[in-house]
């Protein structure tokens, strides 16, 4: 179980933080170390996070929201990456 953000996450870099901790503290595969990589570069942030101004200090403890199975998880994970890569193309 995997402490997961709501579905409606909102664009910052809050959820990218949070989900770039749960795959470094509970996923060991070489896959998984290449997503989690890929969610740590500096581009990566650039293009996920809704502004520069956004800081790490206006963020909910990540271990507050409630926990839900891997599945769950990963779909939101995509949802987040799919809308950033919505408002690249638009």
């Known amino acids: ?3 997961t953000l709501p579905q409606n996450i909102e664009d910052s870099c ?7 901790d749960n795959l470094k503290s509970h996923f060991n595969s070489k896959d998984i ?14 293009h996920l996070c809704s502004s520069g101004n956004d800081t790490m200090l206006q963020c909910t403890d ?3 929201h409630p ?5 769950i998880f990963f779909k939101r994970l995509e949802s987040f990456v799919e ?3 919505s408002r690249l193309i638009e």
């Open 67 to 71: 926990r839900e199975n891997a599945g």
């Open 14 to 20: 809050c959820p990218l933080k949070c989900f770039q």
């Open 33 to 46: 170390k290449r997503l989690s990589n890929s969610l740590n570069s500096t581009i990566t942030a650039t």
């Open 62 to 64: 990540c271990d507050s």
């Open 1 to 3: 179980m995997l402490n």
């Open 83 to 85: 809308k950033a890569i």
